[in-house]
């Protein structure tokens, strides 16, 4: 028994470490990274020392607004340091921050919020600070945020009339209201059935 066991200690010492070739992405908010599931077990599983990385990227994200999503790239070297990539938010999120609203389309052909071009192109400026968009021009990425705003439904303006867009607004919002009130109603309606 214990000629086995001494065998399972000397091949733990032959094995070579697992390296991880493909960098692990995350999205954490930012200044919230914590030790706990499922950020944890994700570093955890890659033996990255869990504590430090949190550190590190809170002190990183110090001056970003707290909560804002933030891609990230861990690449993991075979000594357990690692090289963090940090993102910018993703461009749902920046679009939806632009157009004041934070859900997108309702139905088809719904119209969500409204930006202009102006701020079309200040979105496409912060992500072509992103490594993977680096080599992409700043027109090509605008045509790819039309295609992300229609998908949220933001309908891209010239301009934007301040009282108009109140107006809209404060429309929006009431039918958002009345459409949680219909799809609270509608599952308290399946729950009554369920429960006879």
């Known amino acids: 028994m214990s000629k086995a066991l001494s065998k399972g200690r000397n091949l733990k010492k032959v094995l070579p ?5 493909t960098p692990l992405r995350v999205t954490i908010p930012a200044g919230m990274a914590t030790s706990k599931p499922p950020l944890g077990s994700q570093l955890g599983q890659r033996n990255i020392n869990v504590q430090n990385f949190c550190k590190e990227f809170n002190s990183r994200t110090e001056d970003i607004k707290r909560g804002v999503p933030l ?3 861990i690449k993991v070297k075979p000594d357990g340091t690692f090289d963090l990539v940090i993102h910018s ?3 749902t999120f920046l679009l939806k921050q632009a157009a004041g609203i934070t859900r997108g389309q309702m139905g088809k052909g719904d ?3 409204k930006i202009t071009f102006k701020h079309l192109y200040e979105i496409a400026c912060i992500k072509s ?7 992409t021009s700043l027109e090509g990425l605008c045509k790819m945020l039309i295609g992300v705003a229609r998908t949220c439904g933001i309908q891209i303006v010239h301009s934007l009339d301040p009282e108009e867009h109140a107006e809209f607004m404060k429309q929006r919002e009431e039918g958002v209201q009345k459409l949680l009130e ?3 109603l509608s599952r308290e309606a399946k729950l009554l059935r369920t429960a006879v």
């Open 89 to 91: 938010p993703p461009a």
């Open 17 to 21: 470490k697992v390296e991880h070739k």
């Open 129 to 135: 600070q992103d490594p993977p968009l680096a080599l």
């Open 111 to 113: 119209i969500a919020g």
């Open 71 to 73: 891609p990230c790239r």
């Open 182 to 184: 219909e799809m609270k």
